[in-house]
């Protein structure tokens, strides 16, 4: 399986900040990377495809870059509604798998 | 818009099978992956598999001897059994759509159903 790590496990941080949130393969997956964004008690929410695609209807401050083993999803202008949990998720082979998630909340 | 709801018993016993059936709105079943995904509690998210509408499967195999997937086209839902269930299968159990083409990603996810494996 490919495992997928993320750093930091959490990160606090005010409103109009930019936050970069890093993702590691452990083997190559091309540009197969996924971002969600999850909030308590909710499903998660995609974000980002194909490391870099913004899924429609999400605000153009999320973006997503990367490709092979290391990837970022920056946040630029933190809104209020942005404090979440961000899990990437490879869509390379099977199993599909995850990140741990991070966690950013208000300092 | 397309719409997924998760249905099943949300207290289980161990030893049981646990079924979940997803049902589809807004929406055709046909031409996509349908998948299901857990959490347990404050945990990472989890593949367990996938369906086509035509009922080609892909599952995990780290569930793979536990699981199977079935598909009603005629009822758009889709359904999941988990065999011998103990309490590390208690989990927030989701359903969700894969986007589609060669994007293997999930772009419609049903809010989640708590099942608890408890004596």
Redesign the interface.
């Known amino acids: ?1 490919i495992q997928m790590t993320q750093s930091p496990s959490s990160v606090s941080t005010s409103v109009g900040d930019r936050v970069t949130i890093t993702c590691r393969a452990s083997q190559g997956i091309s540009s ?1 990377l ?1 971002w ?1 964004q999850q909030k308590p008690g ?5 974000l980002i ?2 490391a870099s695609s913004l ?1 429609s209807g999400v605000p153009s401050r999320f973006s997503g870059s990367g490709s092979g083993t290391d990837f970022t999803l920056t946040i630029s202008n933190l809104q209020p509604e942005d404090f979440a949990t961000y ?1 990437c ?1 490879q ?1 390379n082979s ?8 991070t966690k950013v909340d208000i300092k | 818009q397309v719409q997924l709801q998760e249905s099943g018993p949300g207290l289980m016993k161990p030893s049981e099978t646990l079924s979940l059936t997803c049902t589809v709105s807004g929406g055709s079943i046909s031409s996509y992956y349908w998948n299901w995904i857990r959490q347990p509690a404050g945990k990472d998210l989890e593949w367990i598999g996938r369906i086509y509408s035509n009922g080609n499967t892909n599952y995990n195999p780290s569930l793979n001897s536990r699981v199977t997937m079935s598909v009603d086209t005629s009822k758009n839902q889709f359904s999941l059994k988990l065999t011998s269930v103990t309490a590390a299968d208690t989990a927030v159990y989701f359903c969700a759509r894969e986007m589609g083409g060669p994007n293997w990603v999930f772009d419609h996810w049903g809010q989640g159903t708590l099942v608890t494996v408890s004596s």
Not at chain 1, 42 to 46: F, I
Not at chain 1, 94 to 101: I, K, N, R
Request: glycine fraction near 8%; aromatic fraction near 30%.
């Open positions: 399986d197969w996924a969600y909710k499903a998660p929410k995609l495809y194909a899924q899990y998720q869509a099977f199993p599909f798998t995850f990140g741990p998630g």
